[in-house]
């Protein structure tokens, strides 16, 4: 199974629109079809931002499901990799659940495109790559058909 760190700016853009890519990466986490990691400050992160930022209950609840199948990593060095050191705690998340994917749209992040095997990448590049795994938009899809 994949496993991946999902960036708050990727949280918060999945909010705009059901279909988005960000938004069908989070039903993926929810229906195990994926991994997701984070660290107690990211996952403190994303929960604040997520009441500050999005007025959509329906999307908030659905948030509730994705944190509650997030699983916790420990985090061990600090890292100083980012030109932004916020976004360096995305990274040791990252790195520290042996993660295939950090999934973002942060500028920062991106321009590294890989750090220690972890593949950076921008919601539509992982779907993308989830299609070409031959599980894409069968499985997205079953989720909702039964």
Not at 41 to 70: P, Q
Not at 73 to 81: N, S
């Amino acid at each position: 199974m994949l496993k991946v760190v999902i960036d708050t700016n990727v949280l918060i853009d999945a909010s705009e629109d059901y279909y988005r890519y960000a938004n069908r990466i989070l039903d993926l986490v929810i229906a195990n079809q994926i991994m997701a990691y984070a660290n107690r400050a990211t996952l403190n992160e994303n929960k604040f931002l997520a009441r500050r930022k999005i007025s959509d209950e329906g999307y908030l609840k659905k948030l509730e499901y994705f944190f509650e199948v997030v699983q916790p990593v420990a985090t061990g060095e600090k890292l100083r990799i980012v030109e932004d050191p916020e976004d360096d705690k995305i990274l040791e998340s990252a790195v520290a659940s042996g993660a295939d994917y950090l999934i973002t749209s942060d500028l920062h992040l991106l321009k590294l495109e890989k750090y220690h095997g972890v593949r950076i990448v921008r919601p539509a590049e992982f779907w993308s790559i989830w299609e070409d795994e031959g599980e894409g938009w069968v499985n997205w899809l079953s989720n909702f058909i039964k």
